[in-house]
């Protein structure tokens, strides 16, 4: 017979309340490198994998998975059309349907980093300093700048870790 009053017996996970060191520290050279060497390819892969980790953060309110994925699969493609029509002359590349899909991929890629920079604004706010994240660079510049301003944020937390440590240790002469 089972006991009611007895206390549930399960298995319980233990877990880390996300943080900002969730994010990794890449150098936004090698983002802008790796978007000119990989024709463009690199940058959609850079607003994916932020755009999940950013997710996993402030659950919520995240970007959905309905607008990352489709519009990730449509800018790749566009971007190996492009590199194909290099090489191979075929009228496929012409036609009005890749038009049509050129405006969608770069329309939905504009509104793809300014919704990561409006969460990345939220995740890094107690780190920038209330500096927030300039709307023009965003525009001009987008993964690169995005990048920029979570190694800064990730620069400031480690600087603030130090002067910690070193506070701590001071007093406890």
Known sequence: MIDPYMPPSAELEEHRAASIDDL???SAWW?????????GI??????????????????????????????????????LFDMAALFIDVEM???????????VSGIGSIVWVFWLRS?????????LAGEGLSIVLTFFFQNIYLAYKINEALDRRVQSREMELHASAASAE
Not at 31 to 39: K, P
Not at 51 to 57: E, G
Not at 119 to 127: D, I, M, N, R, T
């Open 24 to 26: 990794p520290r890449f």
């Open 31 to 39: 983002v802008f490198f790796l978007t000119v060497a990989t024709l």
């Open 42 to 79: 690199y940058s959609y892969w850079w607003l994916l994998d932020r755009s999940r980790r950013v997710n996993a953060l402030i659950e919520p309110e995240e970007i959905p998975d309905w607008f990352m994925y489709p519009l990730f699969a449509i800018s790749v493609a566009l971007s």
């Open 93 to 103: 590349f012409s036609a009005a349907w890749l038009d049509v899909l050129y405006i």
């Open 119 to 127: 969460k990345l604004e939220q995740v890094l706010a107690a780190h």
